[in-house]
């Protein structure tokens, strides 16, 4: 299967590093997004399927802390901050809330592009949500993500691994909207050989499985035209 091209967010008040990072990142294959301040940066997250986030501290918005934790309430998305501050707290603050990475400006392309490669190998595959125990609708469904397990309404549900994997990712994603070659790409991996259509044939059984009414779903529900997304609170 043609590997999917990852999609990467720059958010920076900074024309210049926007223009300069974004030429950059293209040429190694990856599709970027940019955004200039909070407001546009959440616009985009929400929208795309983002694999990992750069971001500059000083916005003219909200600072570059308060967006990361603002991502980090809804998805385990790499973050590699990126900023003119040099103090050691200023980067264990960065680190303690969410950042997976620190670079300060001037800062090298070669060596930006060394951390994102690290960074995306090492979370490649980790389609645990931001706590390892999840519980949705006042407690009707229970996701225990370090347990590989699933409980509705008290009573644990059998899930296939590939099944497991689906759900994973549109909880680590939540109401992120993904196509079926989305959910290949992130869940199943490249060395999926069946039809995109199977991810349908998932998605039935899962829901057959925590879904008090399968024809009318509350945690895996459809996108006309577009895939599939969690519905989960």
Do not use: W
Request: hydrophobic share 40%; net charge negative.
């Amino acid at each position: 299967m043609r590997e999917e091209k990852k999609k990467v967010l720059i958010v920076d008040d900074e024309a210049k590093i926007l223009d300069v990072v974004k030429s950059f990142l293209e040429t190694k294959g990856y599709i970027v997004y940019s955004a200039e301040n909070g407001r546009e940066a959440f616009q985009i997250f929400d929208r795309e399927n983002i694999a990992l986030v750069i971001l500059d501290l000083m916005l003219p918005d909200m600072s570059g802390e308060e967006i990361c934790m603002e991502f980090r309430k809804k998805s385990r998305v790499p973050i590699i901050m990126l900023t003119a501050k040099s103090d050691e707290e200023d980067m264990l603050t960065g680190l303690s809330i969410g950042a997976d990475d620190y670079l300060t400006k001037p800062f090298s392309l070669k060596e930006l592009s060394a951390r994102m490669d690290a960074i995306l190998r090492r979370s490649g595959n980790d389609l645990v949500p931001l706590y390892k125990r999840n519980s949705f609708r006042e407690g009707e469904l229970e996701v225990d993500f370090e347990g590989r397990s699933i409980r509705k309404n008290g009573m644990e549900v059998n899930l296939t691994p590939n099944e497991f994997k689906l759900l994973a990712a549109l909880i680590k994603y939540p109401n992120r909207v993904f196509t079926r070659e989305d959910l290949i790409s992130v869940a199943l991996g490249d060395e999926f050989e069946g039809y995109d259509r199977a991810v349908d044939s998932h998605i039935k059984n899962i829901r057959q499985k925590i879904e008090s009414d399968s024809k009318n779903p509350v945690y895996i529900l459809t996108v006309h035209g577009v895939g599939y997304k969690f519905g989960g609170k």
